[in-house]
């Protein structure tokens, strides 16, 4: 029989502890080794229990989630699941958890009891991915590489281009690294897709505007996309690049059709940026669960559109770039800081 995957709680409310460990009790590859009431207690007991994984909630009395992640990871590297609180003042901190090295983020439910249920598949799921990314955690992988700002060529290509980044887990922590590498000056317009609730995108946008030479914002309908700037695709929402009546190309946003699923959709936004731009699409898929922007990277290769997915070694989950990869329609497989050099090469 194999090893049950060993899960640390650390919450400080008593409802939840035990509303995660009916969750966890529930599944047979599951089971609690232990809980925790604040930091000083989680690393404590990362010590002494060794988890295979750990949940750690955010907002903690002595000490809170985020000071104990950031020594979990320098001193006991393993991985952590942070658990937030679904509104707009939870955005900035989870954000910086990511940044930080965990794994993925769950959001605390609006209610209990009944919650058990609306909770439950999301929590194995996060759990169980959390802890295939178990090795790449352990060999560093939060450690942040450091990346010089790139330039762009003096030749560069007459035409509109579009270059469409999408990313799931692990995708915060990449998208900062890699993004203050493009300079201001980068001849192509780039819409980033990351799957994440929408109350988040807003703050994500504006942390990565905070660290990037290009001008970063969530994108509204409507919105013109251009030349040296980064537009992301607000969470609940798909992001559809039109054109209409000869005019520049825009965002439309509608709500998405992946109901209870990941939003919003790269394939949506991927899918019609190839419509759009033909040959000028240049598609990036990033680290990332399951199997979404396959189907939009093959519509940008078919259209004569140039494709990079992140290699295995880089990535934090290799979920999203594998399927993509093994259809047969990426051009380039690389490692991530290697990706905005490659990205300005084409253009």
Known sequence: MPQKIRVLIVDDSALVRKLLRDVIAADSEMEVVGTASNGVEAIRAVSELDPDVVTMDIHMPEMDGLTALE??????????????????????????????????????????????????????????????AMDRVRRGYHKAKAGKKLEVGKQVREGERLVVIGASAGGPKALAEIMPMFPRETPAAIVIVQHMPGVFTRSFAGRLNSIASLPVREAEDGDEVRA?????????????????????????????????????????????????????????????????????????????????????????????????????????????????????ELL
């Not at 509104?87 to 930080?100: F, H, I, N, S, Y």
């Not at 009891?113 to 759990?127: F, G, H, N, Q, T």
């Not at 992001?239 to 209870?260: F, Q, T």
Request: glycine share 12%.
């Open 71 to 132: 020594y979990i990871m320098r001193k006991h590297p393993r991985p952590v699941v942070m658990l937030s609180a679904l509104v707009q003042k939870g955005a900035t901190p989870t954000l910086k958890a990511l940044e930080l090295g965990a794994v993925d983020f769950i959001a605390k439910p609006s209610h209990y009891p009944s919650a058990v249920k609306e909770v439950r598949d999301e929590v194995a799921l996060k759990i169980k991915t959390a802890f295939q």
């Open 228 to 344: 040296g700037t980064v537009l992301v695709a607000p969470g609940g929402s798909d992001l559809i690049i039109a054109v209409g009546d000869g005019g520049p190309a825009r965002v439309e946003l509608m709500e998405s059709l992946n109901r209870g699923g990941a939003t919003p959709r790269i394939d949506t936004t991927m899918i019609t940026a190839a419509e759009t731009y033909g040959p000028n699409a240049i598609g990036v898929i990033m680290t990332g669960m399951g199997s979404d922007g396959a189907k939009g990277m093959e519509r940008i290769k078919k259209g004569k559109g140039s494709t990079i997915a992140q290699d295995e070694e880089s990535c934090l989950v290799f979920g999203m770039p594998k399927v993509a990869i093994e259809r047969g329609c990426v051009d380039w497989v690389m490692p991530l800081e290697r990706i905005p050099g490659k990205i300005l």
